[in-house]
């Protein structure tokens, strides 16, 4: 399925940002994960080599990542925009919209239990898709969310993007306390899971 949506971005011309990528970057990562993290659109490094978060916010990503126990190959990692924009610009409007059905299609076929948003541009984009209002990434930041989707409940959380930390290093810890949150209700949700299957 991830294959096949993948297959898809590759041949996609639904904007003008695949004149101008090198690489389309549609996300990588385990196509059952319990969850899946969202960024706004590639950089550089990640149209240069068409893998999501490679540059240095993603080896920051990585590195908290794996202080909390998470390995990369166990969760999705994409973006809203599978294309670079020039000059690493802030994503259009236009420009979400055209690819925004190929998110759709991606969290479908995961179904995770968590989806994670990296920076405002996600957040906004996702909050918007499950119906939760979005006053700003500084307002909603670190809050769980919950919504009705795949036949269960599924939690939203917004953290400041990677690569605004490494821009403004006094929102570190603010970052790494909501990641913290992130892996506790990852490991809360393993926990039932495990308590379900003993009893079958």
């Known amino acids: 399925m991830l294959e096949e949506i993948e297959e898809k971005i590759r041949n996609c ?9 090198t690489n389309y970057v549609p996300g990588e990562g385990n196509p059952n994960a ?3 993290f969202v960024g706004e659109a590639p950089g550089r490094e990640e149209d240069r080599q068409g893998r999501p978060f490679v540059g240095n916010a993603g080896k920051y990503l990585t590195e908290v990542m ?4 998470l390995r990369r190959e166990d969760v999705f990692i994409t973006n809203v925009l599978k294309c670079r924009p020039p000059n690493n610009r802030d994503p259009k409007p236009e420009e979400i919209e055209a690819c925004k059905p190929f998110l759709i299609e ?8 968590v989806i994670v948003c990296l920076g405002r ?15 700003g990434i500084s307002k ?10 795949w036949g269960k409940k599924v939690k939203v959380v917004a953290v400041y993007h990677p690569a605004a930390v490494l821009y403004r290093p006094q929102l570190k810890d603010t970052f790494e306390k909501d990641f913290a949150k992130v892996m506790d209700l990852a490991k809360r949700k393993e926990v ?6 003993d009893f079958f």
């Open 13 to 21: 011309r639904r904007c003008e940002l695949w004149k101008f990528k």
């Open 34 to 36: 319990k969850i899946v």
């Open 66 to 69: 794996e202080r909390f126990g």
């Open 106 to 113: 991606q969290l479908n076929a995961i179904k995770p239990d």
């Open 121 to 135: 541009h996600s957040a906004k984009t996702i909050f918007e898709l499950f119906g939760i209002d979005f006053p």
């Open 140 to 149: 909603v930041r670190g809050k769980i969310f919950e919504v009705e989707r």
């Open 192 to 197: 039932r899971d495990t308590t379900l299957s």
